[in-house]
């Protein structure tokens, strides 16, 4: 049973494989939160004996002995001006001027299955679910607050989300409406959150929990390059391997916030949500708001266990059902092989080549449109470019299907350029504030997909796209921010809704979109990673990871987004050299180790190679089919290596742990000659392994004296020693397999 009541100690307690999360109704109704970490049985209200701190004051009814306070007890969903001084799960101020909220326990249900959440992408349930709903209520302004839980057992994952309702008379203004607050009590926490720009995003820092309110957010619309809205708590010592971790992943992708604080008596208190700064909505007598999805899991097993949870869960329960069944296409994108420049016959040379490599879907990229010679003009008007594609897309496609390649086809529906015709068409479309010049980015402006007809317009435009012409996958393109959050649709009052309304409004439009052509893959895309999250997966099931395509820079830009999200929903691709973000040049190889990470493709002109590089394509693509299923469906691991060690190193393993893929780039000429040493990670101790082959790129070829065979546990814990690889930016590959029928060698010895 994942969700139990004692209605003796009033405890509520959520309990999956591996983990308990445990409430109780306080002496007043509050409802406190006791503990979230390995599975125990035990009522958790010892831990908090009342204690009369300074300053922390009391409810009335409990002022005798002045121990007990709201601002030292654990909350399950803050409130602000009764006594909490901390972290604030809720704010609004209602039209008679109250503010602020006591809020008390009114009922409780439990209910097999998953809640739903209509409107918000959020995980579906499992076979062992379980939901629970709890009510809190405020007196004095009639404020209801349900608190929803999703309990999956075997998983090891809790949802939470908020309903928040105007119980009241008078209507009421939500200025903060949070998914999760989580109150840990004791320990040293670190907070390990993804930061990041355009073309370097998601690089992991760990900075201890301070004594401050260190906020993970962003006001932009989208989830942004700059903050991914995934943080780990993490205890001090916790390794790949070993320690407590918490995640929390926001299944939203506009403006969040996650912060963090550790209060005067050392407790930490994590609130994590929908952004509040630029953020209110009104909310009439009766009426509810439901806060988006937050994602939680607690390992004691190492942050890789906690990465492989996340990816599990991701890909089994808030991607489409089905999203991975299948093998990913091998696809060449026109973007960095000819940018704007382009026209029929250049791109039926592109798929004529392209063919001849192996690919198998050709995605003509932005420029094909409207006016669209560069990336001033013509975003919104979505029909052929007359000079470009005479005749329409309809020959071209033909012709590239006739090649016996799928077509792929890049859009950025969410745009409009002022040098469109659309825009001259629907000015008030735009969000623009009246009587203020309106903030461009890229030349181009947002549209308003808080408006129905807007986004009914965008529908009926791509769905004849996708109807009239054979379309396997789009690319779903969106190259700014938000900023001037302004609707020509809503009265003064709710303004405050544009930003959230955006967001609704465009999960509404790809549900359709998606829901009506399930067989068209979608890849999004922000410029790059800029909304790569969780609210994406149901409707992408890869996105574009980085418009950095230098796979050095991508070996921290991947590492650091499979903290949270499944390699198979990263996108990557094998791009020319020197590499046009960063002119950095590396070996071709490598750049096929690091791209076949991911969903794996090209990003260049064919016709730029050499014959010999031609062929290596060739072979990498051989190599991709060979793998897909190990690198869609296996378990990805980060290695550790030695802090003299420039090599970053990372290992798929199959579900059943018979075979395992090892890939390593080596990022600087190391200074001495330090061994490549590493151990694996996710094999089976008792079986014996065999080496099936080794390639190495970028480094003269070197006879390597391995063992026939490995136990597991040699691999997993004496390691592998592999010979030194002098060049630039080197990079090897191995692929393991175990064979049960084969004995094995206790420990390896070199011949
Ligand atoms: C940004 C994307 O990330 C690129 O891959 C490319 O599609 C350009 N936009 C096109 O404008």
């Not at 950025?412 to 659309?422: A, C, F, I």
């Not at 094999?683 to 490995?710: H, K, N, Q, T």
Request: glycine share 8%.
């Amino acid at each position: 049973m994942g969700i139990t009541f004692d209605p003796t100690s009033k405890t509520l307690t959520l309990t999956t494989r591996s983990s308990a999360y445990q409430m109780q109704i306080g002496p007043l109704g509050h409802l406190l939160h006791l503990y979230y970490g390995p599975r125990a049985a035990d009522c958790f209200s010892y831990l908090y004996p009342p204690r009369d701190v300074g300053f922390s004051p009391n409810p009335a009814a409990l002022r005798a002995g002045r121990g007990w306070s709201l601002d030292t007890q654990p909350q399950e969903y803050s409130a602000s001006l009764c006594g909490d001084y901390r972290l604030s799960s809720l704010e609004f101020s209602t039209d008679e001027g109250l503010r602020g909220a006591d809020l008390r326990y009114q009922q409780h249900t439990v209910s097999p299955g998953k809640y739903a959440l209509p409107g918000l992408p959020s995980a579906r349930g499992a076979a062992d679910t379980e939901s629970l709903s709890v009510t809190l209520r405020d007196a004095a302004t009639g404020v209801e607050v349900e608190l929803r839980y999703g309990v999956y057992e075997t998983d090891d994952f809790l949802t939470r989300a908020v309903r928040i309702r105007n119980g009241g008379s008078v209507p009421l203004r939500l200025e903060k409406a949070a998914s999760l607050c989580l109150d840990l009590p004791f320990g040293d926490w670190e907070l390990l959150h993804f930061f990041g720009s355009h073309t370097m995003e998601r690089q992991p820092e760990r900075v201890p929990v301070a004594r401050l309110i260190q906020t993970v957010s962003s006001r932009r619309g989208f989830s942004s390059h700059q903050q991914n809205p995934f943080v780990i708590l993490c205890a001090p010592d916790t390794t790949e391997r070993s320690g407590e971790s918490i995640g929390v992943m926001p299944v939203w992708s506009g403006s969040h916030e996650t912060s963090v604080e550790r209060s005067q008596t050392g407790a930490v208190r994590l609130v994590s949500g929908i952004g509040s700064a630029d953020f209110s909505w009104r909310l009439l007598p009766g009426e509810t708001f439901q806060t988006p999805e937050v994602l939680l899991s607690y390992s004691a097993a190492g942050l890789s266990a906690l990465s492989q949870s996340f990816h599990r869960f991701l890909r089994t329960h808030v991607a489409r059902p089905g999203a991975y069944d299948r093998p990913r296409p091998v696809l060449l994108n026109s973007w960095e092989a000819s940018y704007f420049d382009f026209d029929r016959a250049s791109i039926l040379r592109l798929a004529r080549d392209a063919r001849d490599l192996g690919v198998e879907l050709l995605v003509l990229d932005d420029g094909w449109f409207g006016s669209r010679d560069d990336d001033r003009r013509a975003l919104g008007d979505w029909f052929a470019h007359p000079r470009k594609l005479p005749g329409g897309l309809g020959p071209l496609i033909r012709e590239v299907c006739a090649l016996g390649l799928r077509f792929g086809l890049w859009v950025e529906p969410e745009m409009l350029s002022e040098d469109s015709e659309l825009y001259r068409a629907h000015p008030d479309w735009a969000l623009t504030v009246p009587g203020r010049e309106p903030t461009v980015g890229r030349d181009q402006l947002v549209l308003d997909l808080g408006r129905r007809e807007v986004r009914d317009w965008l529908y009926e435009t791509f769905s004849a796209l996708l109807r009239e012409h054979p379309i396997s996958y789009i690319k779903w393109d969106a190259n700014r921010n938000l900023s001037d959050l302004y609707s020509r649709a809503l009265p003064p009052e709710r303004q405050g809704e544009t930003a959230h309304r955006y967001l609704l409004g465009l999960y509404a439009l790809l549900e359709r979109l998606c829901g009506e052509f399930p067989d068209v893959l979608f890849e999004g895309c922000a410029g790059g990673g800029g909304r790569f999250d969780a609210g994406m997966l149901p409707y992408f099931p890869q996105i574009w990871c980085s418009d950095n395509t230098d796979p050095i820079s991508r070996l921290a830009i991947q590492r650091g987004s499979s903290y949270g999200y499944p390699p198979v929903a990263m996108a990557c691709h094998v791009s020319a050299s020197p590499n046009h973000q960063t002119g950095r040049s590396s070996p071709l190889g490598t750049r096929g180790v690091v791209a076949m990470t991911g969903a794996f493709g090209y990003e260049l002109d064919p016709a730029a190679l050499s014959e010999e590089a031609r062929e290596e394509v060739r072979q990498q693509i051989r190599r991709y089919r060979e793998l897909e299923a190990l690198l869609r469906c296996g378990d990805y691991y980060r290695l550790e290596t030695a802090a003299a060690l420039p090599l970053t190193a990372w290992q798929f393993v199959s579900p059943d742990r018979r075979e395992t893929l090892l890939s390593l780039v080596q990022t600087e000429a190391p200074p001495g000659p330090i061994p490549l040493h590493l151990r694996l990670r996710g094999l089976d101790p008792e079986a014996s392994y065999r080496l099936i082959w080794m390639e190495r790129f970028g480094c003269p070829d070197s006879a390597v004296a391995f063992p026939e065979r490995w136990s597991g546990a040699a691999l997993l814990h004496g390691g592998l020693v592999l010979p030194p690889m002098p060049g630039d930016y080197p990079s090897a590959r191995l692929l393991f397999r175990a064979d049960p029928g084969t004995p094995r060698t206790a420990f390896p010895t070199e011949r």
